[in-house]
Nanobody, 124 residues
């Protein structure tokens, strides 16, 4: 059974940094592309970043490329999301997702497995 477990969320002051982690079990992680999404209160889910199985390809949501960094460690079955200089409007639940393909994608429907999410609250 595939499980994705996010961690690293919490309360952060504006201007602070964030590093989320997502550990995957029950699946050949190194063969799978991974992604991060977020959903703010009252808003639709938004694509944040994705990475291919080999880390050779990464891409980001509109206006987000210079603000987030996605990376992965296949030896640890873990994908990361790094963000510096956080803003209050980035308060959201952040979700990790995995797809049964080595190729990265940006649409939520392309992903097959999802974590429960981790809450990130940025205070002003």
């Amino acid at each position: 059974q595939v499980q994705l477990v996010e961690s690293g969320g919490g309360l952060v002051q504006a201007g602070g940094s964030l590093r989320l982690s997502c550990v995957v079990t029950g699946h050949a992680f190194s063969d799978a592309a991974m992604g991060w999404f977020r959903q703010a209160p009252g808003k639709e889910r938004e694509f944040v970043a994705a990475i291919s199985w080999s880390s050779s390809t990464t891409f980001y949501g509109d206006f987000l490329k210079d603000r987030f960094t996605i990376s992965r460690d296949n030896a640890k079955n873990t994908v990361y999301l790094q963000r510096n200089s956080l803003k209050p409007e980035e308060t959201a639940v952040y979700y990790c997702a995995e797809r049964s393909s080595a190729v990265a994608a940006s649409h939520g429907s392309a992903f097959d497995y999802w974590g429960q999410g981790t809450q990130v609250t940025v205070s002003s």
